[in-house]
Each structure stands twice: as structure tokens, then as C-alpha cells.
């Protein structure tokens, strides 16, 4: 089950949400991601899903009544005035009745009257402040109730919706967040009659939130806009010819008019038409792809020169762009060791530095001899107001999130957080050869004969035997061989898993594959030293001759490999089925570290186990083609798919798809985990220091309850805004194209 929560910028109040759901019943666990608003609930036996969705309203609204709570991004919940305003001044939306976005409700027009009545009651009460210190300065003695009550009208319309909602958070057993400590630390001021200063920690918070707000909604703005690949409207051609259409519309079977310059909205055929795609919203690159009629193409690019005419072969929900929109907006579902760290961190800290204010205010007048209350009094409701860790908790999902993004851009989809932290401690790579380091395309470059076989019987019985395989190397054969197969007379067809096929045609037995094909069935081999792919061709357990493949090196393979050493990556690794004269040339030639070739799927989970069994500093990772290896793409700590665009299989496989055919990708997600970490540690000390400083300064009594604010939200908003840089990080690959 899961649910949206649009509005929440509350960290705090996210980490108890989460908290509360995953005790809820028959609930196995929540996940609440703070950086796109979703709740994801691990459903237990019994679950009752309408029962849970109506305690999950209830439960926010008691926390964060201004949060509109719907099943889906795509509606909206009407609003029912209630009678109980949220922190930001807005009735909150009650979940009776969910109508359509085209009934007039909309949470965003609800989110508009917040800010701006907000907006309001802030300017009214900093002139309010202002005003009080005019009337301090004017006004004689006699006339100081006047301006009292000017800064107490400041504070109750700055501050008004703090307090009540800590009122009503303590009712509901929730004590520990910013509403109580700036409701205690305010309420201490005025006991202390510092009435300007109890109005003013009251509307630099609100100040603060404003901008914090403002500023969470900005980085998650940028971040859709980076990943935004979905069109918005389509051309349709029905019986009353081209209408634009709501892209969401779209269905299987349309025919849609792309014009130059449009998004494509839906995967499809092309019926009529040439021209170039855009394929940079997909793959990070912008180099044009020639489209022409039977071409199929996908949603998310960008149409160039020409208008096309297109067949929908899968519609809006189900196409690429939305797959992979879904795919990383659930990646921020999946969270990092460092944000459970600091979830689990914010429960323990916020209660300590309380006690802590408890114990500074009662302690040292009691053990100090002339230490007065009240300054102690004081000291300890700074250290109230500095205590929130909204900062911390804040910023690292969204510095997840924003490396998520970051990447995407560059054509790599990461499926979570935790695979960020996996390719920042990787260590170790292993990979398979062909479509990985090798462009997968082979060419037989020799057919070798066996005595008493002519090279055109050779070579039919080659087509023959690879005639029904989807593996490069028998594609290549029967490329090459360009014989007429009857399939007629193909019978009793089989793949043997790491060494080749077996086919029945008329009475003879033809089987195609590499040497250990053909030794448990007892044909007889010469020993055979050619540098290349080696298929041999058996005709009735007898030795038809061979055929030499050759396949390429990837353009940027070995200038990949270099990189990924420069990032700290310890050892290549290179498993192939191929024999392991042509892996060992491979190896050599991209000075990989180890090879192990003549590996059969049970031989490469064997090697990886030992591989990364012999890795205990760090991680292990996995690069392949998504489809094939699926047991060691399971084994490793992270798998890798390479050229994964369009292909369903691969994106299911894999925790890291790269969507296009290029080893360069694997350094750029090295490098923006490296990156994307090495802003979320810049943030925890920014965050921490910012609040140590102030605390320690407010324990040798020069702390100011401004300067706490500043620890408290002016924190937040440096962590946010330096977690933005994310999105516009330019790695060092740059450098290298």
C-alpha cells in the first residue's frame, strides 16, 4: 500500500509518522520518504487497507493538519472546513470524499491561500514588532502596558498556531517536536518578561519555516524537473482527425501525430515518416537517433525534424518514461545506512538535549555559589530552541534523492538509496565480457572445415544448429552462413546453458557450441590455439569443423576502467564463457586484474562467491547485461545492468540500470554516489557544528535566543540549499569525453 502526503516538509514529524504506521496493525513496516511526500507500507496478514488509510489520515492530521493525505498523486481530497487550523493556517482537508482534479479541488490552490495568508499575518506582526520598539523608545513609563501589549499581539499572531498545535501534539502523546520547545522556550520569555524577545523568536521561526518550506519545495522542484521525462499532452487521430488530448489518455492502438519538437507521450511504432530523436531525457546523451517507418520508439524523447505518425504499442502508465519516473521515485523509498541513521539518531537526540535544558536551568544554581535563576532559566530555554534536528533529518533524504536525480540525468537509474551508499564503498567490479567490456557484436572471421566436410556443408549445418538462438554469437553464425533453414525439419531443439545447442534435422543430430559441448558427447578435438571465439559443428557425434569469431572491445571499456581505479576501486574482475585464451586476450588488452574464462553459469556464481568472499573492506559489485546471470546479479551487493533501454528484463534484474550501452556510465555513478555522499557529510557537519557552537556558547553564557533560531531553521535552509548542488554537479568524466 501506498500512500502521498503532499505538503509534509516537517522532518520530525515525518520520522514519527513513519514511527507510529509501522505499529499500526498488521503492518509490517513503514517507509516514509520524506523527499517525494510517499508513505510505503509493508502489508502483514489481515491487513484491512481502508481501516489503515482512514488511521493514517487521522494520525497526520493530528501532527501536520495542513498535509493532504490521498491513495493517489493523480487526486486530490476535497476540503471540508473543520474548525481546526493548521500550523500554516489553512483548514485542513478532511479524506470523506476523493473527487477528480477536474472537480475544482486541488490541494495546490489550498497550499496558494496558505502561503499567502501566512505571508500576511507575518508582515502584520513584524510591523507589530517594529512598532513595539518605537512605542519603547517614545512612549513614557506610564504608557508601558501599551507597548506590552503591542509585542504580546506580535507574538499571539506570529505564534498562535505553534501553540496550539503543541497543545494538541501533547494530547496526542507527541511532546518532542519544534511546536513544544518554541512553545516552552517563548513561554519562559514572558515569564521572564522579555516581551520583545519572546515576540521575536516567534516570527524569526516563522520567518525561518517560511523560507525552510520554500526552499524544501524549490530542491524538490528541481529534482522533478531533472527527472521529468513524460510529455503532457498528445495528437490523437480519431474519426473527427487530429485532436490534442490529456497525455494520460492515451491507450493501446492510438495513432498519434508527433510533431517536431514534442515529447513522444507513448511507446510505439512509427506508421509514416523519418526523422531524428532526442534520446537525452532517456540517456543522458543528445546524440540524434535516425527513426524511419517500423521503427519502434520510445516515450520521453524528443522528436527533431519531421513530423511522424505512430502506432501506440503501450500507453501512458505502462510506458518507458513513466516506468522509469515510478522506478526513481521508489528509489527514494529504499533508504540509505546514513538516513536510517540519522532517523534513528533524531529520536535519542531531541529528548537528551531537553533533559539537558531541564538540567542546565535546576543544576547550577543549586551547585554554583551566586549563579542567578533566572540567567540559567534562560540559558536553558536556548538550548530548547536549538535542539530540533529538523536540519539533519531534513537534508539527508533529500541529498539521496538529489544524487537519484543527478544521475538519471546522465542515464543511470538507481533503484535506491542504499545502492548509492553500496557504489560509494565499492571496492571491487566484476564483469562479464560480451556486451559489457565487449561490444557483443561478433563476426566469424574463419570457417575451418573437417576432413571430409566441405565448408558449404559446414556451414549449413552451423545455420541449422543456430538457426532458433537469440545469443549474439549464433545470430552471428547465421548472418554469416545466409542459408535457407527449413524449420520443417528442425526437431527436438535445445540450448545447453554455457555451451551451445543441439538439434535434430531429418535423422541427423547436429550439435553447435564450444569444446565441452562436444566432449560429453564424445567427439573427438584436436587441440586448437586460435585467438578468437571458437564454435565447433558436430554432424552424428562426428566433427563437422569449426568457425572463428571475433568481437570488439567498447570504445570507452578501458578509459572506464582507468577511471574507476582513479575513484579508489581496488580490483577488475572478468568472467566469461568464453574460452579463456580469447578472455585472457581481452583481460590483457583492458589490463583488468583477473580473468576467469570457460565459465559455465555455476562456474561464474562460484568465482563471484569466492570474489567477493575475499572482499571484506568493501563492496562488491556486478556488471552484466540484466538479462542473463541472474544468480550472480542476485549475489552481489549491487548488480548492474548494461544497455538497458527499453528492455523490461533488465530493469527488473538489476538494482543499477544503465541506459545506454556505455562502461563510462559505471564511472559516472561511482562518481555522483562519491559525490552525493560527500555532500550529505559537508550537511551532518554544517548541521552539527552550526548547534555545538551555539550550545557551547550558550552553556558559558553567550548564547542569544536569535542566534538559536539561526541553529534551528537558518541550519535547515544551508543544508537544503547546499544539497542543490547535487542536481548541478559536473564530475570529473567531463573531462574526458
Given at each position: 500500500?501506498?500512500?502521498?502526503?503532499?505538503?509534509?516538509?516537517?522532518?520530525?514529524?515525518?520520522?514519527?509518522?513513519?514511527?507510529?504506521?509501522?505499529?499500526?496493525?498488521?503492518?509490517r513496516?513503514?517507509?516514509?520518504?520524506l523527499?517525494?511526500?510517499?508513505?510505503?507500507?509493508?502489508?502483514?496478514?489481515?491487513?484491512?487497507?481502508?481501516?489503515?488509510?482512514?488511521?493514517?489520515?487521522?494520525l497526520?492530521?493530528?501532527l501536520?493538519?495542513?498535509?493532504?493525505?490521498?491513495?493517489?498523486?493523480?487526486?486530490?481530497?476535497?476540503?471540508?472546513?473543520?474548525?481546526?487550523?493548521?500550523?500554516?493556517?489553512?483548514?485542513?482537508?478532511?479524506?470523506?470524499?476523493?473527487?477528480?482534479?477536474?472537480?475544482?479541488?486541488?490541494?495546490?490552490?489550498?497550499?496558494?491561500?496558505?502561503?499567502?495568508?501566512?505571508?500576511?499575518?507575518?508582515?502584520?506582526?513584524?510591523?507589530?514588532?517594529?512598532?513595539?520598539?518605537?512605542?519603547?523608545?517614545?512612549?513614557?513609563?506610564?504608557?508601558?502596558?501599551?507597548t506590552?501589549?503591542?509585542f504580546?499581539?506580535?507574538?499571539?499572531?506570529?505564534?498562535?498556531?505553534?501553540?496550539?498545535?503543541?497543545?494538541?501534539?501533547?494530547?496526542?502523546?507527541?511532546?518532542?517536536?519544534?511546536?513544544?520547545?518554541?512553545?516552552?522556550?517563548?513561554?519562559?520569555?514572558l515569564?521572564?518578561?522579555?516581551?520583545?524577545?519572546?515576540a521575536?523568536?516567534?516570527?524569526?521561526?516563522?520567518?525561518?519555516?517560511?523560507?525552510?518550506?520554500?526552499?524544501?519545495?524549490?530542491?524538490?522542484?528541481?529534482?522533478?524537473?531533472?527527472?521529468?521525462?513524460?510529455?503532457?499532452?498528445?495528437n490523437?487521430?480519431?474519426?473527427?482527425g487530429?485532436r490534442?488530448?490529456?497525455?494520460?489518455?492515451?491507450?493501446?492502438?492510438?495513432?498519434?501525430?508527433i510533431?517536431?519538437?514534442?515529447?513522444?507521450?507513448?511507446?510505439?511504432?512509427?506508421?509514416?515518416?523519418?526523422?531524428?530523436?532526442d534520446?537525452?531525457?532517456?540517456?543522458?546523451?543528445?546524440?540524434?537517433?535516425?527513426?524511419?517507418?517500423?521503427?519502434?520508439?520510445?516515450?520521453?524523447?524528443?522528436?527533431?525534424?519531421?513530423?511522424?505518425?505512430?502506432?501506440?504499442?503501450k500507453d501512458?502508465?505502462?510506458?518507458?518514461?513513466?516506468?522509469?519516473?515510478?522506478?526513481?521515485?521508489?528509489?527514494?523509498?529504499?533508504?540509505?545506512?546514513?538516513?536510517?541513521?540519522?532517523?534513528?539518531?533524531?529520536?535519542?537526540?531531541?529528548?537528551?538535549?531537553?533533559?539537558s535544558?531541564i538540567?542546565m536551568?535546576?543544576?547550577?544554581?543549586?551547585?554554583?555559589p551566586?549563579?542567578?535563576?533566572e540567567?540559567?532559566?534562560y540559558?536553558?530555554?536556548?538550548?530548547?530552541?536549538?535542539?530540533?534536528?529538523?536540519?539533519?533529518?531534513?537534508?539527508?533524504?533529500?541529498?539521496?534523492?538529489?544524487?537519484?536525480g543527478?544521475a538519471?540525468?546522465?542515464?543511470?537509474?538507481?533503484?535506491?538509496?542504499?545502492?548509492?551508499?553500496?557504489?560509494?564503498?565499492?571496492?571491487?567490479?566484476?564483469?562479464?565480457?560480451?556486451?559489457?567490456?565487449?561490444q557483443?557484436?561478433?563476426?566469424?572471421?574463419?570457417?575451418?572445415?573437417?576432413?571430409?566436410?566441405?565448408?558449404?556443408?559446414?556451414?549449413a549445418?552451423a545455420?541449422?544448429?543456430?538457426?532458433y538462438?537469440?545469443?549474439?554469437?549464433?545470430?552471428?553464425?547465421?548472418?554469416?552462413?545466409?542459408?535457407?533453414?527449413?524449420?520443417?525439419q528442425?526437431?527436438?531443439?535445445?540450448?545447453?546453458?554455457?555451451?551451445?545447442?543441439?538439434?535434430?534435422?531429418?535423422?541427423?543430430?547436429?550439435?553447435?557450441?564450444?569444446?565441452?559441448?562436444?566432449?560429453?558427447?564424445?567427439?573427438?578435438?584436436?587441440?586448437?590455439?586460435?585467438?578468437?571465439?571458437?564454435?565447433?559443428?558436430?554432424?552424428d557425434?562426428?566433427?563437422?569443423?569449426y568457425?572463428?569469431?571475433?568481437?570488439?572491445?567498447?570504445?570507452?571499456a578501458?578509459?572506464a576502467?582507468?577511471?574507476?581505479?582513479?575513484?579508489g576501486?581496488?580490483?577488475?574482475?572478468?568472467?566469461?564463457?568464453?574460452?579463456?585464451?580469447?578472455?585472457n586476450?581481452?583481460?590483457?588488452?583492458?589490463?583488468?586484474d583477473?580473468?576467469?574464462?570457460d565459465?559455465l553459469?555455476?562456474?561464474?556464481?562460484?568465482?563471484?562467491?569466492?570474489?567477493?568472499a575475499?572482499?571484506?573492506?568493501?563492496?562488491?559489485?556486478?556488471?552484466?547485461?540484466?538479462?542473463?546471470?541472474?544468480?550472480?546479479?542476485?549475489?552481489?551487493?549491487?548488480?548492474?545492468?548494461?544497455?538497458?533501454?527499453?528492455?523490461?528484463?533488465?530493469?527488473?534484474?538489476?538494482?543499477?540500470?544503465?541506459?545506454?550501452?556505455?562502461?563510462?556510465?559505471?564511472?559516472?555513478?561511482?562518481?555522483?554516489?562519491?559525490?552525493?555522499?560527500?555532500?550529505?557529510?559537508?550537511?551532518?557537519?554544517?548541521?552539527?557544528?552550526?548547534?555545538?557552537?551555539?550550545?557551547?556558547?550558550?552553556?558559558?553564557?553567550?548564547?542569544?535566543?536569535?542566534?538559536?533560531?539561526f541553529?534551528?531553521?537558518?541550519a535547515?535552509?544551508?543544508?537544503i540549499?547546499?544539497?542543490?548542488?547535487?542536481?548541478?554537479?559536473?564530475?570529473?568524466?567531463?573531462?574526458?569525453?
Amino acid at each position: 500500500m501506498k500512500v502521498f502526503l503532499e505538503g509534509l516538509n516537517c522532518a520530525n514529524c515525518a520520522g514519527k509518522i513513519e514511527k507510529m504506521v509501522g505499529k499500526m496493525p498488521n503492518v509490517r513496516a513503514a517507509s516514509l520518504s520524506l523527499a517525494t511526500g510517499s508513505l510505503v507500507i509493508d502489508e502483514g496478514d489481515g491487513f484491512a487497507q481502508e481501516e489503515t488509510y482512514d488511521a493514517i489520515v487521522k494520525l497526520v492530521h493530528s501532527l501536520e493538519p495542513h498535509v493532504v493525505v490521498s491513495q493517489s498523486r493523480k487526486q486530490a481530497i476535497a476540503v471540508e472546513p473543520c474548525g481546526c487550523e493548521g500550523q500554516h493556517g489553512h483548514d485542513h482537508p478532511h479524506h470523506q470524499s476523493e473527487v477528480s482534479q477536474s472537480s475544482g479541488h486541488s490541494h495546490v490552490g489550498a497550499l496558494g491561500d496558505m502561503d499567502k495568508r501566512q505571508k500576511l499575518e507575518l508582515i502584520t506582526a513584524i510591523g507589530l514588532f517594529i512598532l513595539g520598539f518605537v512605542f519603547q523608545t517614545l512612549l513614557p513609563i506610564n504608557l508601558e502596558m501599551v507597548t506590552i501589549g503591542v509585542f504580546l499581539g506580535a507574538y499571539l499572531l506570529a505564534g498562535y498556531r505553534v501553540i496550539l498545535l503543541a497543545f494538541r501534539n501533547i494530547g496526542h502523546g507527541q511532546i518532542f517536536d519544534e511546536n513544544f520547545l518554541m512553545t516552552i522556550a517563548t513561554f519562559g520569555a514572558l515569564v521572564l518578561t522579555e516581551w520583545p524577545e519572546a515576540a521575536g523568536v516567534m516570527i524569526f521561526f516563522g520567518i525561518g519555516e517560511y523560507f525552510q518550506d520554500r526552499a524544501v519545495d524549490n530542491a524538490r522542484r528541481s529534482i522533478a524537473e531533472t527527472i521529468s521525462f513524460n510529455a503532457i499532452t498528445a495528437n490523437r487521430i480519431g474519426p473527427e482527425g487530429e485532436r490534442l488530448i490529456d497525455a494520460k489518455q492515451v491507450k493501446v492502438g492510438d495513432v498519434l501525430v508527433i510533431k517536431p519538437g514534442e515529447k513522444i507521450p507513448a511507446d510505439g511504432v512509427i506508421l509514416q515518416g523519418v526523422s531524428h530523436l532526442d534520446t537525452s531525457p532517456l540517456t543522458g546523451e543528445s546524440y540524434p537517433r535516425k527513426v524511419e517507418k517500423g521503427d519502434e520508439i520510445l516515450s520521453g524523447m524528443i522528436n527533431g525534424n519531421a513530423v511522424l505518425k505512430v502506432l501506440v504499442t503501450k500507453d501512458y502508465e505502462n510506458s518507458t518514461a513513466m516506468k522509469i519516473m515510478h522506478l526513481i521515485e521508489e528509489a527514494s523509498d529504499k533508504k540509505g545506512k546514513t538516513e536510517k541513521f540519522i532517523t534513528k539518531f533524531s529520536h535519542y537526540y531531541t529528548p537528551i538535549v531537553v533533559f539537558s535544558a531541564i538540567a542546565m536551568a535546576i543544576i547550577p544554581p543549586l551547585l554554583i555559589p551566586g549563579a542567578s535563576w533566572e540567567t540559567w532559566f534562560y540559558q536553558s530555554l536556548i538550548f530548547l530552541v536549538v535542539s530540533c534536528p529538523c536540519a539533519l533529518v531534513l537534508s539527508i533524504p533529500i541529498s539521496y534523492f538529489g544524487g537519484i536525480g543527478r544521475a538519471s540525468k546522465e542515464g543511470v537509474l538507481i533503484k535506491g538509496g542504499n545502492y548509492l551508499d553500496v557504489l560509494y564503498q565499492s571496492n571491487v567490479f566484476v564483469f562479464d565480457k560480451t556486451g559489457t567490456l565487449t561490444q557483443g557484436e561478433f563476426k566469424v572471421i574463419k570457417t575451418a572445415p573437417a576432413a571430409g566436410f566441405t565448408e558449404a556443408e559446414l556451414l549449413a549445418a552451423a545455420a541449422a544448429g543456430e538457426h532458433y538462438s537469440n545469443h549474439p554469437i549464433g545470430k552471428a553464425i547465421t548472418a554469416y552462413a545466409q542459408q535457407d533453414v527449413n524449420e520443417t525439419q528442425l526437431k527436438n531443439y535445445a540450448e545447453i546453458p554455457g555451451k551451445g545447442t543441439r538439434v535434430e534435422v531429418d535423422d541427423q543430430v547436429i550439435l553447435a557450441g564450444n569444446k565441452s559441448l562436444l566432449t560429453d558427447h564424445q567427439v573427438d578435438l584436436a587441440e586448437n590455439n586460435e585467438a578468437g571465439t571458437i564454435v565447433y559443428i558436430a554432424i552424428d557425434n562426428q566433427l563437422a569443423g569449426y568457425l572463428v569469431l571475433g568481437d570488439m572491445v567498447k570504445e570507452n571499456a578501458f578509459a572506464a576502467l582507468q577511471q574507476l581505479k582513479k575513484l579508489g576501486v581496488k580490483k577488475t574482475v572478468m568472467l566469461s564463457g568464453d574460452n579463456s585464451q580469447v578472455a585472457n586476450q581481452i583481460g590483457k588488452q583492458l589490463q583488468l586484474d583477473e580473468v576467469v574464462g570457460d565459465c559455465l553459469p555455476q562456474d561464474k556464481v562460484a568465482a563471484f562467491e569466492r570474489i567477493k568472499a575475499d572482499n571484506k573492506d568493501g563492496k562488491t559489485i556486478f556488471v552484466g547485461d540484466g538479462m542473463n546471470d541472474a544468480p550472480v546479479l542476485a549475489m552481489a551487493d549491487a548488480g548492474i545492468a548494461m544497455g538497458a533501454l527499453g528492455s523490461d528484463a533488465a530493469i527488473e534484474a538489476a538494482d543499477i540500470i544503465l541506459m545506454k550501452d556505455d562502461p563510462m556510465d559505471i564511472v559516472k555513478s561511482v562518481d555522483i554516489a562519491k559525490y552525493t555522499r560527500r555532500i550529505m557529510i559537508q550537511n551532518i557537519v554544517l548541521a552539527l557544528g552550526i548547534k555545538i557552537t551555539v550550545l557551547t556558547m550558550t552553556f558559558f553564557g553567550m548564547g542569544e535566543m536569535y542566534l538559536a533560531i539561526f541553529a534551528d531553521v537558518g541550519a535547515a535552509i544551508l543544508t537544503i540549499l547546499n544539497t542543490t548542488r547535487i542536481l548541478r554537479y559536473r564530475g570529473f568524466w567531463q573531462k574526458i569525453k
